[in-house]
């Protein structure tokens, strides 16, 4: 089964609950202006700043974008307890991403902020 969602508004969102309430008020409007010139340019805003932006991104805060990449693939997945990152995949990084239930999901991110799941539905 794979699965493809949008990254730029998960990574908005993970980032948006970081730091004091202050800094979280100023990505809060950064996030909302992001957000509005993705929807304006049919979410290509950033271009290859997405895969930057994953790069970027402390363990914890990875793998909660991860989780909620699962979830909005409808896909189970109570925690994230790992992921790890791969080779390339078709130039794109690729994770593999380990839930809570012992469930294993490979995501890669592709330079608009995709992420394509794919998980083995024979376990």
Known sequence: MT????????LALTLAGCGSAG??????????????EANAVGNVAGGENAIAQVFALSDRQRNAMFIRA??????ECQSVTSSERLP???GKPLWR???????????????DG?????SRTDR
């Open 3 to 10: 699965k493809r969602i949008v990254l730029p508004s998960l």
């Open 23 to 36: 800094d979280r008020g100023a990505a809060n409007e950064v996030v909302a202006n992001a957000e509005a």
């Open 70 to 75: 699962l979830l909005d693939a409808d896909i």
């Open 88 to 90: 390339d995949q078709d």
């Open 97 to 111: 991403v380990n839930c809570s239930d012992k469930t294993a999901h490979m995501i890669s991110i592709t330079p």
């Open 114 to 118: 995709t992420a394509n799941i794919v």
